[in-house]
């Protein structure tokens, strides 16, 4: 298991960005696929991007892509998520989760274990 806490959300302008931090702590970081979810107010949470265990490979899904980019430092047990260009419906609060896996896992049953959130807010 590992604890998992987020950091970088705020108020942007549209067009604007941001970068999103997850830092790990408990059992290696290196052994799990990473992934960001959000979740808007009303909506049931939906999946962002994913990295997997070597950092080799990425998802993401279609309403980001070419705007987001999710990376990966192992030295630093940290997994970000930077955002370009946001856009009023990227508002919702961000989720970072691991799970043990070689895949790119995309569904919230796929992860163990999760953050807490935090929120980004994008203002038209």
């Known amino acids: 298991q590992v604890q998992l806490v987020e950091s970088g959300g705020g108020l942007v302008q549209a067009g604007g960005s941001l970068r999103l931090s997850c830092a790990a702590s408990g059992r290696s970081f290196r052994s799990y696929a990473k992934g960001w979810f959000r979740q808007a107010p009303g909506k049931e949470r939906e999946f962002v991007a994913a990295?997997?265990?070597?950092?080799?490979?990425?998802r993401y899904t279609d309403s980001v892509k070419g705007r987001f980019t999710i990376s990966t430092d192992s030295a630093k047990n940290t997994v970000y998520l930077q955002m370009n260009s946001l856009k009023p419906e990227d508002t919702a609060v961000y989720h970072c989760a691991a799970a043990i896996t070689f895949g790119l896992p995309y569904r919230i049953s796929d992860y163990g274990d999760w953050g807490q959130g935090t929120q980004v807010t994008v203002s038209s």
């Open positions: 990295i997997n265990y070597s950092g080799g490979a990425t």
